[in-house]
């Protein structure tokens, strides 16, 4: 079935480090790839997608390619703040009304 | 943009009770509702798959008998832990997927906290 793996975490940068969180899929046909982002005690919210290969999603600096040759979609950022501390979820999805495949979420401690 | 409000976020109940989630879709229709629990620091683990006017889909392993969801409106499903135990103890958050998918159709609830004592 489809799977996705991220890197195990935690994560723990300094302000205004490089951010890396790998994420790798498995799936058939062409999802769609998202990462959510969890902060303490509330649900999920969307961070970026990509729906097709090639394409950059990006937001509040943080940005991910769907790369279909290496069924990757790694979150990346170029300067953390402490604010950005949080769990990280990478996800695809299948068309239609199929629930999100996630990966098990990689823990970023941001210290000042 | 869509907003899915979850009630309540947090709940404490005694064991052998029983407590209803709330999530309401606000100005969406939500035609499919997936609720998932999360335990201390893991994954979403998804539990059913409900869509509106029909029965939910269970996950395997995830008793239907004990969690009991209705999807009864466009903008409303509820999910009911039946005699709740210790081991219920959990973090539970609701998805809806969009009828029309704008942003790709799906927006999660700020999550439940329960405690079953």
């Known amino acids: 079935g489809d799977s996705v793996t991220q890197m195990e975490g935690p994560v723990t940068l300094s302000e205004e480090a490089f951010l890396t969180i790998n994420c790798t899929y498995t799936?058939?046909?062409?999802?769609?790839l998202f990462w959510y982002v969890q902060y303490p005690g509330e649900g999920l919210q969307l961070l970026l997608k990509?729906?097709?290969?090639?394409d950059k999603g990006s937001n509040k600096g943080f940005e991910a390619t769907y790369r279909k040759e290496t069924t990757s979609f790694h979150l990346e950022k170029g300067s953390v703040q402490v604010s950005d501390s949080a769990v990280y979820f990478c996800a695809l999805s299948k068309s239609g009304n199929t629930p999100l495949v996630f990966g098990k979420g990689t823990r970023l401690s941001v210290i000042a | 943009g869509a907003v899915v409000s979850q009630h309540p976020s947090r709940v404490i109940c005694k064991s052998g009770t029983s407590v209803k989630i709330e999530c309401r879709s606000l100005?969406?229709?939500?035609?499919?509702m997936f609720w998932y629990r999360q335990f201390p620091k893991q994954s979403l683990m998804l539990m059913a798959t409900?869509?509106?006017?029909?029965?939910?889909?269970?996950e395997q392993g995830v008793e239907k008998d004990k969690f009991l969801i209705n999807h009864a409106s466009l903008t409303l499903s509820t999910l009911t832990v039946t005699s709740a135990h210790p081991e219920d103890s959990s973090f539970y958050i609701c998805?809806?997927?969009?009828?029309?998918?704008?942003?790709?159709?799906?927006?999660f609830g700020s999550g439940t906290r329960l405690t079953v004592v």
């Open positions: 100005d969406f229709q939500a035609t499919t």
């Open positions: 799936a058939t046909g062409y999802p769609s």
């Open positions: 990509a729906t097709k290969a090639d």
């Open positions: 998805s809806a997927r969009d009828r029309v998918p704008v942003n790709y159709g799906y927006t």
């Open positions: 409900s869509n509106e006017g029909s029965k939910a889909t269970y």
